[in-house]
């Protein structure tokens, strides 16, 4: 598979993210496609199904802009460098995010997706108790650091 037909099958299927389209995002992938991510590994159509529902549900304004090496593809794999912002329970929030691909029969077979959560934590807590909790976790993290 070429690497621009490859390129188009990962951009289809964001755009259908960005869309909130779970049923066209589910399109692009093998019927045991795999999906591992922050939350869980996600294992078949029925999984993925429920985790993309889930995600297109819970953010609203989702938008994907390539970052550092955009998409770079070696013959059925790729990687994508990129920036999520979107809105979560009426908060914007922007992380960086890596995304691994390997693909079989021009559909997505595996699909690991790195981002970091603390950060979209950090950004849309509300309320003095979870802001107490988040900055009490966030110390632990740095700790040594600064």
């Not at 188009?8 to 909130?20: P, T």
């Not at 993925?48 to 529902?53: A, C, E, G, V, W």
Request: with cysteine; hydrophobic share 40%; net charge neutral.
């Amino acid at each position: 598979m070429s690497e621009k037909k490859i390129e188009g099958i990962i951009r289809g299927m964001v755009e259908a993210l960005v869309k909130g389209d779970a049923e066209k995002a589910l399109s692009f992938f093998t019927e045991d496609a795999v999906w591992v991510g922050n939350e869980g590994t996600f294992k078949g159509k029925e999984e993925l199904k429920r985790y993309i529902t889930w995600m297109v549900q819970g953010t609203q304004d989702m938008k994907f802009t390539d970052a550092g090496i955009g998409i770079m593809v070696k013959g059925n794999k790729a990687v994508w460098e990129y920036i999520l912002e979107g809105t979560i329970e009426g908060t914007r929030f922007g992380v960086p995010g890596v995304c691994v691909y390997e693909f079989s029969d021009e559909k997505i077979q595996q699909h690991r997706a790195f981002s970091d959560r603390l950060s979209i934590g950090k950004q849309v807590t509300k309320g003095w108790f979870a802001e107490k909790v988040m900055r009490f976790i966030l110390s632990r993290s740095e700790r040594g650091l600064h």
